[in-house]
């Protein structure tokens, strides 16, 4: 049998390679995983440490495809701005905004933390679509900015406790979803 590890791993201490190949062999003969080596894992991986170098890997490999912010009907730029000021006393960095190269109906946008980038759907950019819906949709990706993703007991927590009560407080929350339900 032969393993190959990212190169993320490189340098990781003996006990972590050894958890990583329990837990590998007991998935491949479907045996339970031991929870000290899977703990043991999980808290290497959540390390600010490892975290840190997994940033600095997607930044300088990771590709990103970024199109314009200005659509045919709405521009990202200016709405960024006007909810920043609503709603963040324009206190928010603006990151790179865009449209998404697709007309996506299930991944109607995304924060990219690595390369500092907002991505909304295209299925937005067009006339039937109310503006209080691309408000939202970027809203919420700009409560990433504000809330930036926790790890809580070796799992990833994206959308905590903040960060919904500060997405109830968006005025028409209520209207934008009804009109996300008939995309």
């Known amino acids: 049998m032969r393993l190959r590890l990212s190169d993320l791993l490189e340098g990781a201490p003996e006990p972590i390679l050894k958890a990583i190949v329990h837990i590998l062999l007991a998935k491949i003969y479907r045996k339970p995983i031991d929870t000290g080596h899977t703990s043991r894992y999980r808290r290497y ?28 009907y709405y521009d990202l730029d200016e709405v960024f701005e006007t909810l920043n000021l609503r709603f963040f006393h ?30 909304i759907s295209k299925i937005f950019d067009q006339a039937r679509v ?21 790890m ?5 927590c ?20 009804l009109f996300l339900k008939t995309l």
Do not use: C, T
């Open 152 to 156: 809580r007991g070796g799992r990833r």
């Open 45 to 72: 991986v959540a390390s600010r440490e490892m975290m840190q170098k997994a940033q600095q890997v997607r930044q300088l490999r990771g590709r990103k495809r970024i199109e314009s912010a200005q659509g045919a």
């Open 90 to 119: 324009g206190l928010l960095g603006r990151p790179v905004m865009s449209w998404s190269a697709e007309r996506s109906r299930r991944l109607l946008g995304h924060y990219d933390p690595a390369h500092n980038a907002i991505i």
């Open 158 to 177: 994206v959308h905590g406790k903040e960060f919904r009560e500060d997405e109830e407080a968006f005025p028409y929350l209520q209207e934008a979803r």
């Open 130 to 150: 109310p503006r209080l819906a691309v408000e939202y949709i970027v809203y919420h990706e700009m409560l990433h900015l504000k809330h930036p993703v926790k």
